[in-house]
């Protein structure tokens, strides 16, 4: 006897998906099932990357498949389908770049950086396409931590080519100036070069555009979170009280300006010893995951403080990709997919579904 649809649905609903919690079939997931006699196929189409993780969860759902009576050969296809999401009301988009995430901090020194290139390498890694704004005018990083050099070029000498390194498409102020050179600008330039960087860049098509955001919450940082299109907004801190006081700023600023908050990043969040495996809670024991549940607010993850880190992004080789397979590279692939999963929860955009309207006047 024939396996019915019915029988199929109830048996892949018990396939819960690691990253939501929430089975395939009543998140409208699972697609185009199809039975011919013995014969099963269907698609699972996920909202975010997942690379490292289709494989097992092909495996699981064609477990639960063949234990439905009936079922002989199963055939089932995965793949990640990420769309543009709703930005803050009366702000332009950006051409090819579907979502826009800032990476922030209240306060300097807590990782943030090192944070959002580690981010972006890992949502690459999982199967995205993903560029880095570095948005730090006075202390740009990420050229030396994506390990480029060189300036971009210029095809039609109004734009810039984005560099590249590791799969990731690059943007900085770092490119355009000596690397001893000190970016002495006030505000409405700085803010004026930004969005310069941002806009007359050729980005290629983006799932993500990591914003690396420079620290506190000025005039910059305000006019930032106004003017480019984002998605949301990530914050990075420690689990240090004086690192949570400036990290609610930031949360305080983004809320003012409509910025979705995705959630936060606990960075620097215990030390283990490598040679004795002594732990040690150096900045404070779970201040961020506190932080998030005061403020209701998801909490993406939190990541260690080890030397490994600090090494491997100075010399231009992140963790995600020096040691793609190790422990601390897992983390940030975790962090990473919380991030695009919750915000492919998030409104999508429409946009590009209204029709453009021109108004002429009568001759």
């Given at each position: ?175 355009l100036i000596d690397a001893d050179q000190a970016m002495i600008w006030r505000g409405p330039m700085a803010t004026q070069a930004l969005e310069q960087l941002l806009r007359q860049t050729n980005w ?160």
């Open positions: 006897m024939a396996p019915s649809e019915q029988n199929l649905t109830e048996a892949l609903k018990a396939v819960i998906d690691p990253n939501t919690g929430r089975d395939f079939v009543s998140t409208r997931q699972l697609k185009n099932l199809r039975v011919d006699g013995g014969d099963v196929a269907f698609d699972v189409e996920l909202g975010y990357p997942a690379k490292s993780q289709i494989a097992s969860l092909r495996k699981a759902l064609i477990a639960a498949a063949r234990s439905v009576p009936g079922v002989e050969n199963v055939s089932a296809n995965l793949s990640s389908k990420i769309i543009a999401h709703a930005v803050q009301r009366g702000v332009q988009l950006l051409p090819k770049v579907k979502n826009i995430v800032a990476v922030a901090s209240g306060k300097g020194g807590v990782g943030k950086s090192t944070t959002a290139v580690n981010l972006a390498l890992a949502l690459a890694a999982e199967g995205a396409t993903v560029g880095i704004l570095d948005a730090d005018i006075y202390g740009p990083s990420q050229p030396m931590m994506m390990g480029i050099e060189g300036r971009p070029e210029s095809v039609d000498g109004k734009t810039m080519e984005p560099m590249e390194n590791y799969g990731v498409q690059v943007i900085s102020i770092g490119f290629g098509e983006l799932d993500y555009l990591i914003v690396d955001m420079p620290p506190g919450t000025g005039d910059i940082q305000l006019t930032l979170s106004q003017r480019v299109p984002l998605t949301g907004a990530v914050i990075v801190t420690t689990p240090q009280d004086i690192a949570l006081l400036d990290a609610r700023k930031g949360i305080k600023m983004f809320e003012k300006v409509g910025v979705p908050i995705l959630g936060i990043v606990e960075n620097m969040a215990v030390h283990v010893c490598e040679k004795c495996g002594h732990v040690e809670h150096i900045f404070g024991a779970d201040g961020g995951k506190k932080m998030a549940a005061e403020y209701e607010m998801d909490y993406l993850g939190a990541l260690p403080l080890n030397l490994s880190i600090r090494v491997q992004t100075d010399g231009g080789r992140p963790t995600v990709v020096s040691d793609p397979d190790g422990e601390i590279a897992a983390l940030y692939k975790s962090v990473a997919r919380q991030l695009a999963v919750k915000i492919s929860q998030r409104a999508k955009d429409y946009s590009s579904k209204f029709p453009t309207i021109n108004i002429s006047k009568d001759t």
